[in-house]
């Protein structure tokens, strides 16, 4: 194993660079991985372009501890691991070895609050640890706690998961990402409710197609939606909806708020949406997607992650229309295991090689930043070893 890792930094927004750090040594409980692909993700594009709250008006509320080593949807290969951290990391209880491929869960949690205790499977822990990729200064403790490096430093505590046989590492690196589409099931959990909540053949609305869009157009049309409408501002984007199951597609900047909004209601006998998702990342997003829906429909909200400003809503609409709002931070730690093997049985049902549209070196890590903030991207990989 080497003795220095390369890593590319984010030292304040708007700025990456690359250090060398000294490899840690290895801790009771942990283990060393090494990283083979990271996805950029909203929430990195966001710290990038200097919008760095996260968890606003929560026992976690952080403004990122800048320098940071970015990177959270990571696959990896042990290449270090003791006894106790082969037996306790795994969250499955696999015994993990050297040369296991994994991925991982960015929140550490305690474990012991009454979060923990009652709604383990999602990370609302009232003392979060951290999160890799986000919440630790890569000045810190073992430096290493993000995927945009050679090599990643797992504290104990974290969850690991056994990527398996046969599943591209560009699709494990996206596990993360179709885990936040987990919003879906939580709105099934409603459909025992007369009209309520995710029922077989409804109509979905996703604002947004990048990544996460796409995500929950693929959840939604393997859970049995009816119709699925996408919007996005990019064409590209809208294509590659269309491809993953999206029925109807309209562009935000061909088509005005009305005429979206008509098209929904055409597409649904006049009445609107059953559910409607934001993935679009931004506060603007939201008003409009209210209106998408019928009466006592669902609006799910996973995509303001990171604190990016508020938006004027009149409150009475959703009085009047009975509408249920659904905020969903994160995803659930109990889901990847489901996903990654949902990927492995899907895998010739879906064009996934499409999501993947730009890979590039450590070196390369801001550029990879900023092209995935540009209409013509999708999910866009650092590999780590690239030369």
């Known amino acids: 194993m080497e003795q220095t890792v390369k890593a590319a930094v984010l030292t304040q927004p708007g700025h990456i660079e690359t250090r060398i750090f000294d490899m840690p040594a290895l801790g009771r409980g942990a283990a060393i991985c090494k990283v083979l692909m990271a996805g950029v993700c909203g929430t990195d594009k966001h710290s990038y372009s200097g919008e760095t709250v996260q968890y606003k008006g929560t026992e976690n509320e952080i403004d990122l501890p800048f320098p940071i080593i970015q990177g959270h949807e990571i696959v990896m290969e042990i290449a270090a691991i003791d006894e106790e951290g082969a037996r306790s990391l795994e969250y499955d209880g696999a015994v993990l070895q ?110 947004g197609c990048g990544p996460l869009g796409v995500a929950h157009i693929i959840k939604a049309r393997m859970m049995g939606a009816g119709k699925i409408i996408a919007t996005d501002i990019s064409d590209y984007k809208l294509d590659i909806a269309k491809a993953f199951g999206a029925d109807i597609v309209m562009n935000v900047h061909q088509t005005s708020e009305e005429e979206r909004i008509s098209r929904v209601k055409a597409e649904t006998n006049g009445r609107g949406a059953d559910i409607a998702v934001e993935c679009v990342g931004r506060p603007e997003a939201f008003p409009e997607g209210l209106r998408y829906l019928r009466k006592a429909g669902m609006y799910l909200e996973p995509g303001n992650f990171v604190d990016c400003g508020g938006v004027t809503v009149n409150v009475h609409e959703i009085c009047a229309n009975n509408l249920r709002i659904i905020g969903m931070t994160n995803h659930t730690h109990n889901c990847y295991k489901q996903v990654m093997e949902m990927m492995l049985r899907e895998k010739d049902r879906f064009p996934w090689p499409r999501l993947f549209s730009h890979v590039f070196s450590l070196d390369e890590a801001e550029r990879a930043v900023q092209t995935s903030m540009t209409p013509e991207s999708m999910k866009v990989l650092i590999d780590p070893w690239k030369a």
């Open 98 to 207: 050297v040369g296991d491929r994994v991925t991982i869960c960015p929140d550490v949690v305690c474990g012991k609050c009454w979060y923990c205790k009652n709604i383990p499977s999602y990370p609302w822990c009232e003392h979060l640890q951290f999160s890799y990729g986000n919440m630790r200064s890569c000045d810190d403790g073992n430096h290493l706690y993000g995927g945009f490096a050679q090599y990643l430093y797992v504290e104990p505590g974290a969850r690991l998961y056994k990527v398996p046989d046969g599943l591209p590492n560009e699709m494990a690196a996206f596990t993360e990402v179709l885990c936040v589409a987990h919003t879906l099931d939580k709105a099934k959990e409603f459909s025992g409710f007369s009209l309520e909540g995710f029922n077989f053949d409804d109509t979905v609305v996703v604002q």
